[in-house]
């Protein structure tokens, strides 16, 4: 089956109960049992759904795994994953790792007895380096945030293998349509559905994906405990969002693909981050790991001073905090997602006050060009 097919008819789609073309919002918070002490698929919304259900099959079809759960947000399906971790344990990361996950594993983490290091995941040395007696966990985000740095899943999964280390990988960038870390050998895939896989800028929600049996009942007992469940408006939404996601997805690729090759060309531009551009430090492992690049590219304005004029005079794309949207989103990571980083933390990163990362939408691509030439110029 093909992808497009896949995502329409690849997965309950039909209401089991009904026969209706769209799973229909089960909007109840409980169940009416048969009988006492037997048994029900359904019995209370925070163990279960119908709609949510529903969407943790389309999340299984997706990330090609045998368990899918859904989540309130990405941050509640990454922060499930990472209370794996016991006291005395430890965890790496990488040191760009999206701040929302920084700031779980930096300062809520040491809570918990947990201890984590940050590295330059894009060094097979540097991580063999970090490994520590106690180490538990690696964390990839790749490509990451907003430098679209790459990582060597197959090289990272194979270290962890050596050490007997569980492997997470947060794919929200690439989506499961261009990278499945699964496939790769890592254990635990999360994502946020607020991006890409809902693709609306309406919805936030988060997912877990893997094919391990024990660690799935370990966070199932977490979801339900935990209790950052979905909602069920939110899990229709996502449904209803993610049928387009092939189509979406190959037009926001191709837009990058032209927008990256465009400013890479222009004077007013110094430096452009796009994980398939010719140049890119890591081209050929995201070639290897990937299908692109991507829908997300990051660049510097050769004169930081032209930054302000710049935004305001780009009329097409939104302003905005987030990405993975049918619209173009510019965002600014030194004021926005990384402003929870210290400046040297940032500079150490490479995340100059001057830079912009763009999600690139559905939009035309001759109409995205022209505003960028005329916000240039
Ligand atoms: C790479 C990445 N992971 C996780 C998250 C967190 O997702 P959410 O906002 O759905 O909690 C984000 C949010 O921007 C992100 O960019």
Sequence with gaps: ???????????????PYTGAASIPKYQTSTFNQQASGEHQEYSYTRFGNPTVSALEEAIKKLEHAAYGLAFSSGMAAI????MLLKAGDHAIFPHEVYGGTCQFAGEILPNYGIETSF?????????????????????????????????????????AAKHKLLTVADNTFMTPLNQRPLDLGVDLVVESMTKFINGHSDVVAGLIATNDTRLYEKLYLFQKNFGGILGIEEAWLVLRGMKTLG????????????LAEFLSQHPKVSKVYYPSLAGHDNATVQKSQAKNGGAVLSFELKDEADLEKFIKNMKVPIYAVSLGGVETIISHPASMSHACLTAEERAEQGVTDGLLRMSCGIEDVEDLLADLEQALK
């Design 247 to 258: 189509l979406r997805m190959a037009k926001s690729v191709e837009n990058a693909e032209k």
């Design 119 to 159: 590295i330059d995941m894009s060094s097979i040395e540097e991580l063999e380096a970090a490994i520590q007696e106690n180490t538990k966990l690696i964390y990839i985000e790749t490509p990451s945030n907003p430098l679209l740095k790459v990582s060597d899943i197959k090289k990272i999964v194979q270290v």
């Design 1 to 15: 089956m093909g992808t497009n097919t896949e995502l329409l008819h690849g997965y309950p789609v039909v209401d």
């Design 79 to 82: 922060s499930n994953v990472l």
